[in-house]
């Protein structure tokens, strides 16, 4: 069974400039997931989708970031313009439905610096 | 706020010694807890998880933990560590019963184990 993939793994941009981030979750997988981990830090949420519904997204910094998961599969996060700050790696995660009796599935990340 | 604690940074051991980490979390009400472990280069993944019923949870690789509610705890023990466990090591917290599946995670341990 495939796992969460995430594209790109790596990305280096200049600040000011767009990024997005792709994250195709587990089949069947109803939740998803978008994590932020800092350097030294665990990982934070920034917005949690039930099927095409962001129905969390309290925590996304909305001047700057932006998501979408137009058919409830994949999904989009974008930042746009990049700051300094935003140099991180950002967490796609899955789940069957959004109780946490679900374990999320985590993909690898996509490692962010913006110089 | 819900926030998880997790004392030690780093931790150094050699082969066979006997592991301890430590995890504290702030919430008074129901809470399901979650260590992950994330070996290097790879991805996020589940070790063990906590709901209800025995406080002694058995996860994989020889991992348990034990949820002392009146400590707020949620230690991950294992009584004989090997080279592969070095890995990251987190610990998480779902606040209110489960039913929103938001997880808090702890800043980290990271484990080294001396051949």
């Known amino acids: 069974e495939a796992g969460v993939v995430q594209s790109p793994r790596y990305k280096i941009i200049e600040k000011k400039q767009p990024v997005a981030f792709w994250c195709n979750p587990i089949?069947?997988?109803?939740?998803l997931y978008w994590y932020l981990q800092n350097l030294g830090q665990g990982p934070e949420l920034l917005i949690r989708?039930?099927?095409?519904?962001?129905?969390?997204d309290s925590q996304l910094p909305k001047d700057r970031f932006s998501a979408e998961r137009l058919k409830g599969v994949d999904s989009t996060l974008k930042i746009q313009p990049a700051e300094l700050g935003d140099s991180a790696v950002y967490l796609c995660?899955?789940?069957?439905?959004?109780?946490?009796?679900?374990?999320?599935?985590f993909g690898p990340g996509t490692r962010l610096t913006v110089l | 706020a819900q926030s998880v604690s997790q004392h030690n940074h780093h931790v150094i051991l050699s082969e066979a010694a006997s592991l301890e980490l430590g995890c504290n979390y702030s919430?008074?009400?129901?809470?399901?807890l979650f260590w992950y472990v994330q070996y290097p280069g790879q991805h996020l993944q589940l070790l063990l998880k906590y709901f209800s019923g025995d406080p002694l949870v058995k996860g994989i690789k020889g991992f348990e933990a034990e949820f002392i509610k009146s400590k707020f705890s949620f230690n991950l023990r294992k009584p004989s560590v090997q080279w592969s466990d070095t890995a990251e090591y987190f610990c998480a917290v779902n606040a209110g019963g489960g039913s929103q599946g938001n997880l808090i995670f702890g800043k980290g341990t990271k484990l080294s184990v001396k051949p």
């Open positions: 089949s069947g997988h109803n939740t």
């Open positions: 919430y008074g009400g129901t809470v399901n």
């Open positions: 989708y039930e099927n095409e519904e962001a129905v969390d």
């Open positions: 995660a899955s789940s069957l439905t959004s109780g946490s009796i679900n374990e999320q599935f």
